[in-house]
């Protein structure tokens, strides 16, 4: 909320800050235009939006799998009128993106509820803006994916909730009983069950869940630790919207980030009348938070990104002045490097480590056991190039979204992609893969499916297939490409 004066190239140039090669390494290219969101494409391809907020750019890595000798292409621009920043977003399962809403538009403070769908194969913007009668403000909303495949949003300014169906690209109106607040600054987490968390801002230090089989809201309880900023920033009312209404900020928080055992790592501001930022972390199974650590040093995450590392630990930013910590489970482990600024974003890659800005990634030690892999049971023996093929096993949505934000720029990466190494070259490349049985997380033992599509200049021969979700990659099993 309220980042555009920082949104600068300096702002996400990492600063000189000793670092190890093994821990952070430099894009070979940075982004052409900086980095203000990325989001990971089913094809292995990143997509940014870069710093001009209607140019868009992506990352496609080299023939061994590496990003950080990845190349830029810079691909279809926004459509025109549509200069958001600050967006919902998401992959839905079909492997589209969509941006919805934006806190400003055309560089204007706006709430704005226009909206796009963007195709990777056809590299087309197609505008999906919601009647202004259902839906007149989306801005810098919460949203996710739900398990089911629908793309679901926030009214910013009301308790309203709003789903776009991927087949149709039209948007209705949920259920939505029993909200304590209204949806502004509030991020949500999918669970393993299929309703999302929230930590309540302006009702804070109250959270709860959302049922969507039920439409409706239901109490998770206390934080314990207050984890809301204090309530109006910029120490005035906002006007928003053509009659210029009024908007209070009720204050901001930080990411959560579901992980591998089941708890959310939920990371805060500093409280109004404090000195210290707090966490706490949620309990799935017992649906009971307990206090986490204290932020060092006068430190907060209001309004910052975090990612989960396959080692299981939480990769998380600062927002007083871009310092990076890991959460372990127990403690917040400051790391040995910073960005200049705030407001970086994360993104976990296929290959396990995460992109910075684009333009460097984090390697971070330790690994994943093997039960959190995705685990393949059904797969072809041999494809043919240019083809499109069903897989199926467990765990292909991985045990978490990975990826947050206080509110806005939802970059989840909750979906399988499918990498094939040739046995020959050593050469890599992903497949494109869409229409998922899934969209849910930590999905267990049960059997689900992607379709993945063979590029036609692969190379041909014996390879080995793998699962990756979130960083994660699945046994191999044997494949020959014809």
């Not at 989960?308 to 917040?332: A, C, H, K, M, R």
């Not at 974003?345 to 984090?362: K, M, N, Q």
């Amino acid at each position: 909320m309220f980042r555009r004066a920082l949104l600068t190239a300096a702002l996400f140039a990492l600063a000189s800050v000793p670092a190890t090669a093994e821990t952070v390494v430099n894009l070979k290219s940075p982004a052409p235009d900086g980095a203000i969101t990325q989001l990971l494409l089913t094809d292995g391809r990143v997509l940014v939006q870069g710093f001009a907020e209607n140019d868009i750019w992506t990352l496609t890595p080299d023939n061994k799998g590496s990003y950080v000798n990845g190349t830029w292409k810079q691909v279809s621009k926004l459509p025109q009128g549509y200069v958001p920043l600050y967006v919902a977003s998401g992959v839905l399962a079909d492997g589209r993106v969509v941006f919805a809403g934006g806190e400003y538009l055309n560089g204007n403070f706006a709430f704005t509820n226009k909206s796009a769908i963007y195709d990777p194969v056809g590299d087309k913007w197609t505008d999906i803006t919601p009647d202004k009668h259902l839906l007149p403000f989306i801005g810098d909303s919460a949203a996710t994916v739900a398990a089911d495949g629908r793309f679901i949003v926030g009214e910013k300014v009301k308790k309203s909730m709003f789903a776009l169906d991927p087949k149709t690209l039209t948007w209705s109106q949920l259920a939505a009983d029993h909200k304590n607040d209204f949806n502004a600054e509030e991020g949500w987490t999918l669970l393993p069950d299929g309703s999302f968390l929230t930590f309540d801002v302006k009702d804070h230090p109250q959270s709860e869940r959302y049922l969507p089989n039920k439409g409706k809201w239901v109490s998770a309880g206390s934080t314990v630790a207050d984890l809301r900023g204090p309530q109006n920033c910029c120490g005035r009312c906002i006007p928003y919207g053509p009659k210029g209404k009024c908007y209070d900020p009720p204050g901001e928080v930080g990411p959560a980030i579901l992980r591998p055992d089941g708890t959310v790592f939920a990371a805060g501001a500093i409280p109004d009348g404090e000195t210290t930022a707090h966490t706490s972390i949620y309990d799935t199974t017992t649906n009971t938070w307990t206090a986490g650590p204290d932020f060092p040093n006068g430190d907060q995450a209001a309004d910052t990104f975090a990612s989960l590392l396959p080692n299981g630990n939480v990769l998380i930013e600062g927002s007083n002045g871009g310092q990076f910590y890991e959460f372990d489970g127990t403690n917040l482990i400051r790391q040995n490097f910073s960005a200049n600024g705030i407001y970086v974003p994360l993104l976990v890659l296929p290959t396990g480590e995460v992109l910075i800005a684009g333009d460097r990634v984090f390697q971070s030690t330790g690994t994943y056991k093997s039960a959190w892999a995705p685990a393949v049971t059904s797969s072809p023996a041999s494809v043919t190039r240019g083809s499109t093929y069903t897989i199926s096993g467990t765990q292909f949505n991985g045990l978490s979204q990975a990826n947050a934000f206080g509110d806005e720029d939802n970059q989840p990466t909750n979906y399988p992609l499918v990498r094939i190494t040739n046995n020959s070259t050593g050469h890599v490349f992903y497949t494109r893969t869409h229409d998922h049985s899934t969209m849910g997380v930590a999905t267990g033992s049960k059997t689900v499916s992607t379709s993945f599509d063979v590029p036609s200049g692969m190379e041909t021969g014996a390879s080995k297939l793998e699962v990756v979700a979130n960083g994660i990659p699945s046994p191999p099993v044997a494949i020959t490409v014809n």
